[in-house]
């Protein structure tokens, strides 16, 4: 009888997992050999990857690597126990007090992933009774914060402010949190934090932004979305914690490592520190990993050529896709998103560029919404020109097979 009740519990998964394969939402690991690098070596083939995180080429960097193996010679591999217990080490500590320092914020509290991050964030300061407010488009671990925390998750239209605003008028009575990415991760473009820090603090509402992408990357001393909006910063030319209560970072995107920060009020940060569960019931994050992350922030403020070429090969590529009046969405970060539409086409377009020696990520729902299927192309401070001209070369073709004949037939149908 067990054996049956078991059957019946594998059929469902199988039945789920075909239906996904029907509706060609399937996702394949690729295997790859040797570092994150602008080549990537997949089994046989090498490729010019257009799809990496690591936006300023530091994951495979000689000094955070360096670092990395000093950090393992003197730590040991494992922090051997969570950070309340005995895992908490001088490189972590080391580590947060440079996070603070370049936010411009009093304290700042690692996780070990940005994942992790997020819920235990949102989780201890929402509770039943509050409302989460959330972008349409979040990254999947704000939504899945929101709805761990029992408040009430209502998600308003993208980067909507004026939705935002109706909604705290309506919840007026309710502890409200306006949870958001800073750089929309799909998407590449940025959320209006002066508007939604008026908003907050007119309403009395928490504040909290998810800065994965634009940490290390956007701002002239790579300070992210914080550092976009000088005419509103305050102190260092930041937006400061009385704008923007709860900031978070990622190390494993443009800093190369993995890992994750909130930055903040001393008060916000010791409230975490009792109440995040996902800071408090996990083993602290290697200390090699911290020394590590602590070299990659140096880098990546000291060799800010990295950001400076970054910004070039965006520009460069926004204009290369005006001039072919290319579908690309309005992004200045290192995101830049093609949005095909149907699953079939976007899949076809990404197997093209494969087949001109790029990786390229075709993004399907359930990361973005359903008939939004895009090419989510990604820029690097270490992508040479030729590899770039190389990819201009290519998306020519993608423009000329998927696009420019998908509007001569709509014209001829008209
Ligand atoms: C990647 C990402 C995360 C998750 O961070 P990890 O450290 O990879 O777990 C969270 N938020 C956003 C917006 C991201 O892009």
Same mark, same amino acid.
């Given at each position: 009888?067990?054996?049956?009740?078991?059957?019946?519990?594998?059929?469902?998964? &199988?039945?789920?997992?075909?239906?996904?394969?029907?509706?060609?939402?399937?996702?394949?690991?690729?295997?790859?050999?040797?570092?994150?690098?602008?080549?990537?070596? =997949?089994?046989?083939?090498?490729?010019?990857? =257009?799809?990496?995180?690591?936006?300023?080429?530091?994951?495979?960097?000689?000094?955070?690597?360096?670092?990395?193996?000093?950090?393992?010679?003197?730590?040991?591999?494992?922090?051997?126990?969570?950070?309340?217990?005995?895992?908490?080490?001088?490189?972590?500590?080391?580590?947060?007090?440079?996070?603070?320092?370049?936010?411009?914020?009093?304290?700042?509290?690692?996780?070990? @992933?940005?994942?992790?991050?997020?819920?235990?964030?949102?989780?201890?300061?929402?509770?039943?009774?509050?409302?989460?407010?959330?972008?349409?488009?979040?990254?999947?671990?704000?939504?899945?914060?929101?709805?761990?925390?029992?408040?009430?998750?209502?998600?308003?239209?993208?980067?909507?402010?004026?939705?935002?605003?109706?909604?705290?008028?309506?919840?007026?009575?309710?502890?409200?949190?306006?949870?958001?990415?800073?750089?929309?991760?799909?998407?590449?473009?940025?959320?209006?934090?002066?508007?939604?820090?008026?908003?907050? @603090?007119?309403?009395?509402?928490?504040?909290?932004?998810?800065?994965?992408?634009?940490?290390?990357?956007?701002?002239?001393?790579?300070?992210?979305?914080?550092?976009? =909006?000088?005419?509103?910063?305050?102190?260092?030319?930041?937006?400061?914690?009385?704008?923007?209560?709860?900031?978070?970072?990622?190390?494993?995107?443009?800093?190369?490592?993995?890992?994750?920060?909130?930055?903040?009020?001393?008060?916000?940060?010791?409230?975490?520190?009792?109440?995040?569960?996902?800071?408090?019931?996990?083993?602290?994050?290697?200390?090699?990993?911290?020394?590590?992350?602590?070299?990659?922030?140096?880098?990546?403020?000291?060799?800010?050529?990295?950001?400076?070429?970054? &910004?070039?090969?965006?520009?460069?590529?926004? &204009?290369?896709?005006?001039?072919?009046?290319?579908?690309?969405?309005?992004?200045?970060?290192?995101?830049?998103?093609?949005?095909?539409?149907?699953?079939? @086409? @976007?899949?076809?377009?990404?197997?093209?560029?494969?087949?001109?020696?790029?990786?390229?990520?075709?993004?399907?729902?359930?990361?973005?919404?359903?008939?939004?299927?895009?090419?989510?192309?990604?820029?690097?401070?270490?992508?040479?020109?030729?590899?770039?001209?190389?990819?201009?070369?290519?998306?020519?073709?993608?423009?000329?097979?998927?696009?420019?004949?998908?509007?001569?037939?709509?014209?001829?149908?008209?």
């Amino acid at each position: 009888m067990a054996l049956a009740t078991h059957s019946g519990f594998m059929s469902r998964l &199988q039945q789920r997992l075909e239906a996904h394969g029907r509706q060609g939402l399937v996702r394949h690991k690729l295997l790859r050999e040797g570092p994150c690098a602008a080549v990537q070596r =997949f089994g046989q083939h090498e490729r010019v990857s =257009f799809c990496s995180n690591d936006y300023l080429g530091l994951a495979n960097h000689p000094a955070v690597i360096a670092a990395w193996q000093e950090g393992a010679a003197r730590y040991g591999v494992g922090s051997g126990g969570s950070h309340l217990v005995t895992g908490h080490c001088r490189a972590h500590q080391a580590l947060e007090q440079a996070l603070a320092e370049f936010t411009g914020r009093e304290r700042a509290l690692l996780f070990s @992933t940005g994942y992790m991050a997020n819920i235990g964030v949102i989780n201890a300061l929402m509770h039943e009774g509050g409302v989460v407010l959330q972008d349409a488009l979040n990254h999947a671990s704000l939504l899945d914060g929101g709805w761990l925390s029992r408040a009430r998750s209502i998600r308003y239209p993208h980067n909507d402010m004026q939705a935002l605003a109706d909604l705290l008028v309506q919840h007026q009575q309710d502890p409200c949190l306006i949870v958001s990415d800073g750089v929309f991760s799909m998407d590449g473009d940025v959320a209006p934090l002066p508007e939604m820090a008026r908003l907050a @603090t007119a309403h009395g509402a928490g504040l909290m932004i998810d800065d994965a992408h634009g940490i290390a990357c956007l701002g002239d001393r790579g300070r992210g979305v914080i550092e976009l =909006f000088p005419e509103h910063s305050g102190r260092g030319n930041v937006l400061t914690a009385r704008e923007l209560p709860v900031l978070v970072g990622t190390f494993g995107k443009a800093l190369g490592t993995a890992g994750a920060f909130v930055a903040g009020d001393a008060v916000l940060i010791e409230y975490l520190e009792q109440f995040a569960r996902s800071y408090v019931f996990t083993t602290a994050m290697p200390p090699a990993l911290a020394v590590a992350t602590l070299t990659s922030l140096r880098v990546s403020q000291d060799e800010s050529w990295r950001r400076e070429r970054l &910004q070039l090969l965006i520009r460069r590529f926004r &204009q290369a896709m005006a001039d072919m009046a290319f579908p690309v969405l309005d992004s200045h970060s290192a995101v830049q998103a093609v949005v095909l539409g149907d699953v079939d @086409t @976007t899949l076809a377009a990404s197997a093209l560029l494969r087949d001109h020696g790029l990786q390229v990520s075709a993004i399907r729902p359930p990361t973005v919404p359903r008939g939004e299927a895009r090419l989510r192309i990604t820029l690097s401070a270490v992508h040479t020109d030729t590899q770039f001209d190389q990819l201009l070369q290519a998306l020519m073709v993608v423009n000329d097979r998927f696009i420019a004949s998908r509007s001569r037939s709509a014209n001829a149908s008209h």
